[in-house]
């Protein structure tokens, strides 16, 4: 194994494999350096695609284990015991029943820190139904607050529910939950609700409501569209710009470059906004992207093109940046943030199910992990789970 780098070398992660936020804080764990092992289960996935090109899997290893097998939660609960966190993302009361809950780990290994991932959380009256992320984030109320006044709420992909509110704070608990571990030798349980993490990000807007500086319905606020000058515009050949020209200084900026004129409607003229957003729509339709562009380039207008992924990565700032660097043939997002003594790093593309389990059971002391899993490890792949 390529030996790691990065803030958390030395900390050892054991993943119970699943789809979409869990797979995503464990891969951040590991960008940082955490020895990943991911459980993949045998039998067909039933997610299509080439395990190869799972850039959530990479900078893990894979061992291969059967839950329903007679030795399958044995194993699962010595790998637990040699770990210091544990990521799991099924429904409310599988892993119990599968003999891996944090109860049968925790006697294991108290100093264990089990990171339970799901939509609804581990209780409630919603906890043993499906979901995915937009049920989560359209129930949290932020993705009311998306979109156009005079339309339907706009989904951000997937980003906003999975992986905002699930994985990155799935990380930080388990960061902090590990700090608490490691101070007192007690582990715990961190219950990582997607609903819960999603609710928490509108935090600033709860405040702004309380305080009548916000109207709790979408494009007629600062900052969801509805002020003119914190808006996206389309120019004369269909490319779209992002403005976010808030502040004075930088609204006079925005001003000048697009040549507005001194008679448009003043920035916070509330009354007169449809007539400033008209205005300012008129002046980007007349030049195109490359033009626009050009005018704004090194500027403090606060404007930007809006870009796809292909034209993201090859766009000089992220480019000097090495933000998107080239790995294996594919073209990804390097590890962030960014630390000067510790830096995180890509050492291991995405695993394979089961390609590790002899290197594993090695380096986790482990030997009977390797001797009982005999299976096709190039052609099995893992039975996921929807948190």
Same mark, same amino acid.
């Given at each position: ?109 108290? #100093? $264990?820190?089990?990171? %339970?991932? =799901? *939509?609804? /959380? @581990?209780?409630?009256?919603? +906890?043993?139904?499906? !979901? ?44 902090? #939950? $590990?700090?608490?571990? %490691?101070? =007192? *030798?007690? /582990? @715990?349980?961190?219950?990582? +609700?997607?609903?819960? !993490? ?190």
């Amino acid at each position: 194994m390529v030996p790691p780098t990065g803030p958390l070398a030395g900390v050892r992660v054991l993943e119970l494999a699943g789809i979409g936020p869990g797979p995503f804080a464990a891969m951040l764990l590991g960008d940082l350096g955490a020895d990943v092992v991911r459980v993949d289960r045998p039998g067909p996935s039933p997610l299509a695609g080439d395990p190869a090109l799972d850039l959530t899997n990479r900078n893990k290893r894979s061992v291969l284990v059967d839950l329903k097998a007679p030795d399958g939660p044995e194993l699962v609960l010595a790998l637990a015991e040699r770990a210091d966190l544990l990521i799991e993302g099924y429904r409310p009361g599988v892993a119990e029943r599968l003999g891996v809950g944090p109860d049968a780990c925790l006697a294991r290994n108290p #100093a $264990l820190v089990y990171g %339970r991932m =799901t *939509g609804w /959380g @581990q209780d409630g009256p919603l +906890a043993a139904s499906a !979901g995915h992320d937009i049920d989560y984030t359209a129930l949290s109320g932020l993705l009311g607050m998306v979109g156009p006044a005079d339309g339907p709420p706009a989904i951000p992909v997937n980003l906003l529910g999975d992986y905002a509110g699930g994985s990155l704070y799935l990380a930080v608990g388990l960061l902090a #939950a $590990l700090q608490h571990a %490691r101070t =007192t *030798g007690a /582990g @715990q349980v961190v219950d990582a +609700a997607i609903v819960d !993490g999603a609710a928490h990000l509108g935090t600033l807007f709860w405040g702004l409501l309380a305080q009548g500086s916000w109207q709790d319905r979408r494009g007629v606020n600062l900052l969801d569209g509805g002020a003119p000058c914190y808006a996206v515009y389309q120019a004369s050949d269909g490319g779209h710009f992002a403005v976010g020209a808030l502040e004075p200084q930088f609204y006079a900026e925005f001003a000048r470059l697009l040549e507005l004129g001194d008679d448009a409607p003043g920035q916070y003229e509330t009354a007169r906004w449809p007539e400033l957003r008209a205005r300012i729509a008129l002046r980007f339709a007349t030049r195109s992207t490359a033009e626009w562009t050009a005018v704004f380039a090194g500027t403090d207008a606060c404007v930007a093109p809006v870009l796809t992924l292909r034209q993201a990565a090859a766009h000089s700032h992220l480019v000097a940046r090495g933000t998107y660097p080239r790995v294996d043939g594919v073209t990804q997002p390097a590890p962030a943030p960014r630390f000067s003594a510790t830096p995180g790093a890509l050492r291991l593309p995405p695993a394979r199910p089961g390609a590790d389990t002899a290197e594993v059971a090695r380096d986790w002391g482990l030997p009977e992990l390797d001797r009982t899993t005999n299976l096709d490890r190039t052609t099995n792949s893992p039975e996921r789970q929807s948190s």
